[in-house]
């Protein structure tokens, strides 16, 4: 009897994630994988760092080659073989050989789609000028090391601060290159909240790289020395000898279009728990294809290699289920959705995040979320080397659900945005992380641990116990009386105009300075001893709150509002 045929389109994550699983699945299909480019399973994720030669050879990048998925798997891996057309009424691909140009048709019988996404190259005058690149393939990386070292390029414009830019600028600052980063929008990191943002955009200050913020590039123009300009809409014009475009991917889902498959909103090909397109015959899986936010629901893109990993093997189990016809099923797997855990490190600083931000929170109306905003240090204080870890985490009120989180800092940040990400995929709350039990020892963490600490907090404030106010609402509520509970000599170095000085020591006994009619507004340095002086201050009978992360947010979030609203320090309070 002749063998089923599963065809996938395309490797790398997604599509050779499914082949292999699906061979683990059955010895009974035959597998043919199609790509058109030269490499079929590679880690794209480490492009950025093979360009900056922290990666020394390409070879360590390719995951599995044809020869593997042959030898191990009996799956026949066809490289250079470009899809020009899908027929589903036929179930018959269109194909082309790209070395001989010989065009021929291969039949399925279950076919995956893993074309993944294409970086964005807008319709700019000039873009296709020569020293101009996109980061996507290891073809794509070699360009842009032969062009260093033969330009001799000592500078270069990264156009677009999200992840694959950031990672970019400092490879390319680490060959000694002058790197100007200009991003469009007010802040780096998309995902990431603008007052989290602040904290990578001065960092890249501090590593001399020159940032351009709100600020497009509207084209690209070559000079008599062979050298670029890049034009801003401000009038002004960048030299340099490299430009490397990271505004983005978009899903490459023009041939699912042209076989009338179901698009999503979004451009994406919609599919469903079991990754199947409109067409029952047809699965898709990775950046091509738009998956539901697992905290909102809504329909979104997110192109990441976990996410397409998890989606092909999901595929593969249904697609094996499918055409073996197995009287006895295994059971069967649904995709969850995707929640965007995503983590990027620049210079000194790494930056991650899980789940939904405050801005999507906001275009979606919802008003039923709180946030806390904490510094503690990514180990005990004690022990040498601890770093603060910058982190917010946002959560539904009043059931305490835990909607997303972001931290950034030098160390101990994965760590504790996976477990923030787990606790969301398990439907987790605030109270949950109160007491959460997580590994202790002075190098690695605290009895409480940040993670602790950002749900004790959460919680003190839903339970009534430490209400919590936050700096931005400073502006919109300038009758409320600000308490500083820092030592004088802190006071005295900075201050916020207007703020009364109570250190925390003596709160018991100067407490009568203060009015019981309005509310007090507390903080200190980071949150910790202004917590403190609110319990206190409540016990007696005052109305107070504990500012969110003390100065140390307001640091990061106030530069942001002044630029917003034009408003100078003496207008805060």
């Not at 340099?240 to 042209?258: M, R």
Request: hydrophobic fraction near 40%; aromatic fraction near 6%.
């Amino acid at each position: 009897m002749e063998k089923k045929k599963l065809v996938i389109i395309g490797g790398v994550a997604g599509g050779a994630s499914c082949a292999a699983r699906a061979r683990r699945m059955s010895e009974q299909i035959e597998i043919i994988l199609l790509d058109r480019g030269p490499y079929v399973s590679f880690a794209n994720c480490g492009l950025p760092y093979y360009v900056g030669n922290v990666i020394e050879q390409d070879k360590v990048l390719l995951v599995a080659t044809p020869e593997l998925f042959r030898d191990r798997f009996h799956i026949e891996v066809r490289i250079e073989n470009e899809v020009l057309s899908i027929n589903p009424e036929t179930k018959t691909l269109e194909i082309k050989e790209l070395a001989s140009g010989h065009i021929y048709t291969q039949d399925y019988d279950a076919l995956l789609l893993s074309p993944g996404a294409a970086p964005i190259r807008p319709p700019l005058p000039g873009i296709e000028l020569p020293g101009i690149f996109a980061l996507r393939t290891i073809p794509d990386s070699r360009a842009i090391k032969k062009w260093i070292a033969a330009r001799n390029v000592s500078e270069a414009v990264v156009v677009g601060g999200g992840f694959i830019g950031l990672e970019m600028a400092e490879n390319l600052a680490g060959l000694d290159i002058r790197v100007t980063l200009v991003e469009a929008q007010a802040q780096l990191l998309a995902p990431f909240d603008p007052e989290m943002a602040c904290y990578l955009s001065s960092n890249l200050k501090e590593n001399r790289v020159d940032l351009y913020l709100e600020e497009s590039v509207i084209g690209f123009e070559q000079n008599t020395d062979n050298s670029l300009n890049v034009c801003l809409k401000n009038g002004s014009k960048i030299k340099t000898g490299l430009v490397l475009l990271g505004i983005g991917v978009k899903p490459e889902s023009g041939l699912a279009k042209t076989a009338g498959l179901e698009l999503g909103k979004r451009g994406g090909i919609r599919v469903n728990e079991l990754m199947q397109t409109s067409d029952s015959s047809i699965w898709a899986v990775g950046d091509v294809v738009e998956v539901l936010d697992y905290v909102t629901g809504e329909e979104t893109l997110v192109p990441l290699a976990g996410p397409a990993n998890r989606q092909g093997r999901i595929a593969a189990d249904i697609i094996v289920q499918t055409l073996s016809d197995s009287q006895h099923p295994s059971p069967q797997r649904n995709y969850r959705g995707t929640q965007g855990t995503s983590i990027c490190q620049a210079f000194d600083l790494v930056a991650a995040c899980t789940g939904i931000n405050e801005k999507t929170l906001k275009h979606l109306a919802r008003t039923d979320y709180e946030k806390v905003y904490l510094h503690p240090g990514h180990h005990v204080n004690y022990y040498p080397g601890a770093k603060p870890i910058h982190l917010k985490l946002l959560f539904s009120v009043p059931e305490g659900k835990i909607l997303g989180a972001q931290a950034i800092g030098e160390q101990g940040i994965e760590k504790r945005i996976d477990t923030l990400a787990m606790a969301i995929q398990l439907g987790g709350t605030v109270f949950d992380l109160e007491e959460a039990e997580l590994c202790y020892a002075p190098q690695f963490g605290a009895a409480k641990d940040p993670v602790n600490l950002a749900g004790m907090i959460a919680a003190n404030m839903l339970r009534g116990e430490a209400p919590l106010g936050h700096w931005e609402d400073i502006l919109t509520h300038p009758e409320k009386i600000i308490l500083d509970v820092r030592d004088s000599i802190e006071y005295t170095a900075f201050h916020l105009p207007n703020a009364i000085n109570i250190p925390l020591h003596q709160i018991r006994d100067r407490m009568k300075e203060l009015p019981k009619d309005k509310e007090i507004w507390v903080h200190c340095g980071v949150g910790q001893r202004s917590y403190y002086a609110v319990r206190t201050l409540r016990q007696y009978g005052y109305d107070a709150k504990n500012l969110s992360g003390g100065l140390m947010t307001f640091q990061a979030v106030y530069p942001c509002l002044e630029k917003k609203n034009k408003v100078s320090s003496e207008t805060i309070n």
